[in-house]
Structure formats: C-alpha cells, structure tokens
C-alpha cells in the first residue's frame, strides 16, 4: 500500500484529508465575522442550543464551550432544560433552514420573547426569516449532491463548519472576557 499523499502537481486528488483540509479552509475563509453573534450571545441571561442530527451533536460541543465560560447554556431536549423566556439566545444549526422541529423551536423561541441566532446556508430559508441573528456558513447544504460546494456527503462540510464556528466563537468570547485557561479549568467534567 502506497503511503504517497502528493503527485509533482499538488495534492493527491484521493486523498481524503487534504480535500476535508482544503473545503474546510475554504467555508472557514467565508465565514462573516461572529461579532455581532458573539454580542447576542455575550448579551443573553441564558443560551440554548439547539440542532437536529449532526448539526446538533455538533452545537452540544459550541454549549460546552459555552459552559466553561460560565454561561448559563441548556440543550433543547435535555430532561433539565428549562423554559426559554425573555432576555435568553435560543442557538440553532440547520443547513437548509427548514428542519421542522429546528423551525417550530425558533418560533416557540420567538413567542416566548427569546431571541433566536442561527447557522445556516440559506439565509432566505424559515428559519432564517425568524433569526434576529443569521451567520450564513458557505456550505452545501444537505440535500445538495451537486457536489459544487462540497465533494463531501450529506451537510459533511456544514457540520465540521458548525463544530468550527462554535470553537471561533468560543475563543472570540473567551478573549474579549479576559479570562485565563486556569480560570476556565475548574468548571470542566469532573464526573468523567
């Protein structure tokens, strides 16, 4: 078995690190900036996270973050999770925007006086038309098997970009509080 991942042209077309490499680097490059994401969330009593699927076992990655900030962050469908109300972020992921349950939860979200942040490829989409806040990650969304923004399957692209964009916004909101690591330290699992 040949172990060679580069041909004199470049990268070895059939290697599947550097194409997961390189599409990422690209949707990462075309992220907007997360401030104005950053301030919703920096402004909220409470942050919930919310995703179906992959997209959401992504975002319980961006709550635990969250958690070692000393935020206050429940996810949706947790036996504790309580009551969104007025002054909470209800954080959603769904590549296409339409996902039922992610749509009926912004709009429960929305009728309870939450505000509602979204990830999402399509901006234009229902769930995107309930956001206050629309971070539009340039991916393919799931359906999509063009393969012109992705060659990977399914929302791949979109899913490694949510887990991404929820380290970036970790580290934008762990630095703008000025809070060392030793600080952070104390509020991980220690149940494990």
């Known amino acids: 078995m040949s172990t060679q991942t580069s041909t004199a042209s470049g990268p070895d077309p059939r290697d599947a690190r550097a194409l997961i490499a390189g599409e990422v680097d690209g949707v990462l490059r075309g992220l907007p900036p997360l401030g104005e994401l950053a301030d919703a969330v920096a402004d909220s009593d409470r942050v919930f996270v919310h995703g179906a699927g992959r997209s959401g076992i992504a ?46 939860a912004a709009e429960s979200a929305r009728a309870a006086g939450a505000r509602v942040a979204v990830w999402t490829t399509a901006s234009d989409s229902p769930l995107g038309r309930l956001a206050d806040v629309v971070a539009v990650i340039p991916a393919a969304a799931k359906q999509d098997r063009s393969e012109a923004a992705s060659a990977q399957y399914a929302g791949s692209l979109f899913e490694q970009a949510v887990v991404l964009a929820g380290d970036a916004l970790f580290h934008q909101l762990w630095r703008a509080g000025g809070q060392s690591a030793d600080e952070l330290w104390p509020r991980h699992a220690n149940l494990e």
């Open 59 to 104: 975002l319980r990655m961006t709550a635990m973050r969250l958690a070692h900030l000393g935020l206050r962050v429940h996810v949706v469908g947790d036996a504790t999770t309580p009551a969104i109300a007025r002054g909470d972020l209800l954080l959603v992921a769904s590549g296409s925007g339409t996902t039922g349950s992610i749509v009926r």
